[in-house]
T-cell receptor, first 111, second 115 residues
Framework: KQEVTQIPAALSVPEGENLVLNCSFT??????LQWFRQDPGKGLTSLLL?????REQTSGRLNASLDKSSGRSTLYIAASQPGDSATYLC??????????FGTGTRLQVFP | EAGVAQSPRYKIIEKRQSVAFWCNPI?????LYWYQQILGQGPKLLIQ????????DSQLPKDRFSAERLKGVDSTLKIQPAKLEDSAVYLC?????????????FGPGTRLTVL
């Protein structure tokens, strides 16, 4: 059974810091991995999607890497801003289209 | 392009009452998903529809939960009777089709509190 774990559960940092959020999964047989952002009272917004054949994806200040063999992914946020405060969720997709989510990392960036 | 719409946004009920949630997917999206997100946890898939047929309902508590997608567009999720542990955010998502290459787009969710 696929299980997804995210560390840390919560993180509070001053503005400007570079951050690394971690995601690990138990079964390396995945189709892709996706990082989402969730703001309070809102749905999930897709940030980055990495196919199983890829090593990383970049969008602006965000960079996500994938090491499928070791069951790990990291989300790197450069020069963090207060607007980055949210919960970040990673999800893996096995051969079916079901998304299996981690428990999330709650990030707070203070000025 | 309009996103996934859900209503109501919030609902408070007492245990043993019934409740229904509504979802309108993005126009043209054949696949619709209902997720349950308990506080402090990641979303968990309850049911997946492909047009008006059920693809996966393996994690749906069928003794109290039901869902339908008549005409392959809008969907409703019902809980009857509700239990305290049903307190959660219910998220609806849609995608163009089934298969892992299709991105899922999420609605804002319905926050249910069962007292």
């Amino acid at each position: 059974k696929q299980e997804v774990t995210q560390i840390p559960a919560a993180l509070s940092v001053p503005e400007g810091e570079n951050l690394v959020l971690n995601c690990s999964f138990t079964d390396s047989a995945i189709y892709n991995l996706q990082w989402f952002r969730q703001d309070p009272g809102k749905g999930l917004t897709s940030l980055l999607l990495i196919q199983s054949s890829q090593r990383e994806q970049t969008s602006g200040r965000l960079n996500a890497s994938l090491d499928k063999s070791s069951g790990r992914s990291t989300l790197y946020i450069a020069a963090s801003q207060p607007g980055d405060s949210a919960t970040y969720l990673c999800a893996v997709r096995p051969s079916t289209d079901k998304l299996i989510f981690g428990t999330g990392t709650r990030l707070q960036v203070f000025p | 392009e309009a996103g996934v719409a859900q209503s109501p946004r919030y609902k408070i009920i007492e245990k043993r009452q019934s409740v229904a949630f509504w979802c309108n997917p993005i126009s043209g999206h054949a696949t619709l998903y209902w997720y349950q997100q308990i506080l402090g946890q990641g979303p968990k898939l309850l049911i997946q529809f492909q047009n008006n047929g059920v693809v996966d309902d393996s994690q749906l508590p069928k003794d109290r939960f039901s869902a339908e997608r008549l005409k392959g567009v809008d969907s409703t999720l019902k809980i009857q009777p509700a239990k305290l542990e049903d307190s959660a955010v219910y998220l609806c998502a849609s995608s163009l089709g089934g298969g892992p290459h299709n991105e899922q787009f999420f609605g804002p969710g319905t926050r249910l509190t069962v007292l």
